[in-house]
């Protein structure tokens, strides 16, 4: 791992216009780089906006260079890095809910979301198809790990991701605001947080949340973009309900200490997961 | 708030940030700057104002008066002194000419027919000034009333944007109370005014504080009929407001459309209102 600089975008989006998100995109990441970014990162469907419903198709692109947007963002990524989100459409027509990180021009790692929420206002698997395959990617900085929303609220994915070597997990979420109570903060906003500093602390990684802000009809979008130390403790925090760029910096020597302190990932033993889970799976297939 | 249950406590500082973000993101989405707003001199209308005014400027809400030969003056001078503490602009049109005709064909003791006239004719001058004053008509209804149907259909319910929809009232009075809403409008009984001496809590049979509670246990909390019965609500009650709901459906839905074609509205086409705004 090296030391690095990463930037969480909480960004308002263009419900299905994938144009005006793009400028928007490539104005925050000149912004970003001027405060020293090496990696942007914007949130879940940054270039669609999220509520899509029937509009899902139309905005859905290919993951490579023959689609005119994804090639201005690989053009953008020879001088930072980024994680964009998108609607992915693959070569048999399937569309995804996507998020690709990039880098000198190339396209480094494709996660498929693949937790789709259908339920109370959710409605991702009615208009997507599953990903169906987590795993960390090497990067110019070391090993990550990127996930998006839905996938984060279930252990199994960021569980993976850590034993897969990651150092850092990447959330990317378009989290509507719901829970509204005398607490101060949404319900919403609450409980992402206890996961992400659950997750830092017991995998003794980098935790980096984003989610967008702004309105889609009536739902209101968060932010709230968050970094966490290895060691659970908070880093950087972007507000609730507005815009911002929120940067902070990465340092292996901190995962080092954290992990002496703590050694839970010495301790580790997937093998007691791995058997339990052929014992669950054997006796449910009996 | 000693009336509220921990439930039903909401933080009114958080709930205005959202509720002006709403009102300012979905009005100029839609191509627009300005809102409108019929002022009654209640408690949700004026809240309403307050939430426009701070949204959008109160130089771009016209909150519209619109008294009847039945409303009380006490209505008119509220709803005036929120005009002066907001700033907004205002107008002000008597409908009492308009309704008179069409009451005169209505019996006097059908008050549930003249009472939709006068909301619906209200609904005519606000779409009117929304096209003159190029605003979207801003709906004042809350959570409580929309469950229960307590609206007029294509009449007080009729409008753009409905910043209270998911607020019962007694957490609009919380809001209220922190937004600088008068006193006087916070402590006088809810009332559509259609007719003297009419209260929301008389024509409902409960009041807010009751009937609130019992809604957020059946709606928010999908409680079960028997678990409210079981939390102290009365049987008959629990089953009246769950009739209410029930039979209400129609009201906060568009018109249905009969299925013929593969994609049929409302069906399988689905389309959020802000598309590529």
């Not at chain 2, 609904?123 to 004042?140: E, H, K, N």
Request: charged share 25%; with cysteine; aromatic share 8%.
């Amino acid at each position: 791992m090296k030391r690095f600089t990463l930037a969480l975008a909480q960004m308002e989006t263009r419900l299905g216009d994938p144009a005006a998100n793009l400028d928007k995109h490539l104005q925050i990441i000149v912004r970003a780089r001027r405060r020293g970014a090496d990696l942007v990162v914007f949130p879940e469907l940054s270039l669609t906006g999220y509520m899509l419903q029937d509009l899902a198709s139309d905005v859905a692109i290919a993951a490579n260079g023959d689609d005119p947007v994804f090639r201005r963002l690989l053009s953008a990524s020879r001088n930072v890095d980024l994680v964009v989100s998108f609607v992915e459409r693959d070569s048999r027509h399937r569309h995804f809910v996507s998020a690709a990180y990039l880098s000198g021009g190339a396209l480094v790692h494709l996660h498929r979301k693949v937790y789709l929420p259908t339920y109370g206002l959710f409605q991702d698997s009615r208009f997507f198809d599953r990903g169906e395959d987590v795993r960390a990617f090497d990067t110019r900085f070391g090993r990550l790990g990127l996930l998006i929303c839905e996938d984060f609220w279930h252990v199994s994915p960021p569980y993976l991701l850590w034993l897969d070597g990651a150092e850092v997990l990447l959330l990317i979420s378009a989290s509507p605001g719901r829970g509204l109570s005398d607490d101060g903060r949404l319900e919403s906003a609450r409980r992402v947080d206890n996961i992400t500093q659950a997750y830092a602390s017991l995998f003794t990684v980098y935790v980096a949340q984003t989610n967008r802000v702004g309105f889609e009809d009536g739902l209101c979008y968060w932010g709230g973009a968050t970094v966490l130390g290895p060691d659970g403790q908070r880093l950087a925090q972007g507000p609730d309900l507005e815009e911002a760029l929120v940067l902070a910096d990465i340092d292996p020597e901190r995962i080092r200490t954290a992990r002496l302190a703590l050694p839970l990932l010495r301790d580790e033993q997937p093998s007691l997961v791995y058997h339990g889970l052929a014992r669950l799976l054997g006796e449910v297939s009996r | 708030m000693n009336e509220l249950s921990t439930s039903l406590a909401i933080d009114p500082d958080l709930a205005r940030r959202i509720l002006t973000g709403f009102l300012r993101s979905e009005t100029t989405r839609a191509g627009f700057a300005r809102g409108v707003v019929g002022l009654s001199g209640g408690l949700d209308s004026a809240l309403t104002c307050y939430l426009a005014a701070e949204a959008l400027g109160p130089q771009n809400v016209l909150a519209v008066r619109l008294p009847h030969a039945g409303s009380s003056p006490d209505s008119l001078e509220d709803a005036a002194e929120v005009i002066r503490q907001t700033g907004v602009r205002d107008i002000t049109y008597s409908i009492a000419e308009a309704a008179a005709p069409l009451l005169a064909s209505i019996p006097a003791k059908d008050r549930i027919r003249r009472g939709n006239v006068l909301a619906r004719l209200r609904m005519i001058v606000l779409y009117d000034q929304s096209a003159d004053f190029r605003g979207l008509v801003i709906g004042t209804g809350n959570k409580t009333e929309l469950l229960l149907g307590y609206t007029t259909l294509f009449g007080d319910s009729a409008c753009a944007l409905n910043p209270l929809g998911d607020l019962y009232k007694t957490q609009v009075r919380q809001m209220g109370a922190a937004m600088g809403v008068p006193a006087r409008i916070l402590a006088k009984p809810p009332s559509a005014d259609l007719w003297p001496g009419q209260t929301d809590e008389g024509e409902l049979g409960v009041t807010y504080a009751e009937v609130d509670r019992l809604l957020y246990l059946l709606v928010d909390e999908r409680r079960s009929p028997e678990a409210c019965v079981e939390a102290g609500f009365k049987t008959a009650m629990v089953r009246k407001v769950i009739e209410r709901i029930r039979r209400n459906q129609y009201k906060r839905l568009p018109p249905v459309v009969a299925k013929l074609s593969n994609r049929t509205l409302g069906y399988d086409f689905l389309y959020l209102r802000d598309w590529a705004n």
